[in-house]
């Protein structure tokens, strides 16, 4: 499976040494090979040339994606973190959920956001593929068969970025600033071990959030 992922991901050209693992690496944990984690991935990479960024090691960027759930948007918002590397165990990725293929990338310290959409054209045609189709009918990602879902999951990299989204900005947009919590404390009711941030007082005691009674 990782030969044939690798293998996959070396057949598309123009790629860097960096995309590549970027990309294999956000294949393996996505878990299956499709058209929406890659055209997020190109996406992510698209939003980073607009601001003029590079890809987030730290905590300095964030997006906004405006997907929901229980649509064909989770996979798209998969390839949008690993490109752009604002995740969501960082607390870099958040939902709006409005059900678009859209989000923002935000850069924190420099006060400047771009949006990236993607064009409407573009996902009805997406949505009238074979691999869509399938989907629809209850068939499994992983049940479809590799000739239909490799050269959708090639197609975002074989295409010019200005014909698959539109983006705008970069324009102004701040973000509330605050710091991370570094302390812990253990619940005086549970006993298990919570960020401070998340404490709350009862009756005089430093209790988590299940064990509050005023939830």
Not at 52 to 77: L, Q, T, Y
Not at 115 to 129: C, D, G, L, P, R
Not at 186 to 193: A, H, L, M, P, Y
Request: net charge positive.
């Amino acid at each position: 499976m990782f030969e044939e992922r690798r293998e996959l991901i070396n057949s598309i050209p123009n790629l860097t040494e960096e995309d590549k693992e970027l990309l294999y690496s956000a294949l393996n944990m996505h878990g299956h090979i499709c058209g929406g984690m890659p055209l997020g991935f190109v996406a992510g990479k698209a939003a980073l040339k607009a601001l003029g960024a590079d890809r987030e090691p730290n905590m300095d960027k964030m997006v906004i994606v405006f997907s929901g759930e229980r649509h064909a948007a989770g996979c798209f918002a998969d390839g949008v973190q690993f490109a752009t590397g604002c995740t969501f165990g960082k607390g870099l990725m958040k939902k709006e959920p409005k059900g678009k293929f859209s989000f923002m990338l935000i850069d924190k310290v420099n006060e400047k956001a771009v949006q990236v959409t993607i064009k409407a054209e573009i996902m009805q045609k997406a949505f009238q593929s074979p691999f869509v189709k399938m989907r629809k009918e209850g068939v499994k990602p992983t049940e479809i068969p590799q000739d239909i879902a490799k050269p959708i999951f090639k197609n975002p990299f074989n295409a010019n970025p200005e014909n698959l989204f539109t983006i705008k900005g970069p324009f102004d947009f701040k973000v509330p600033k605050g710091k991370a919590c570094f302390n812990l404390v253990v619940c005086e009711k549970c006993g298990d071990i919570v960020a401070e941030n998340y404490i709350k007082v009862e009756d005089g005691k430093k209790v988590c959030i299940d064990c509050w009674s005023f939830k």
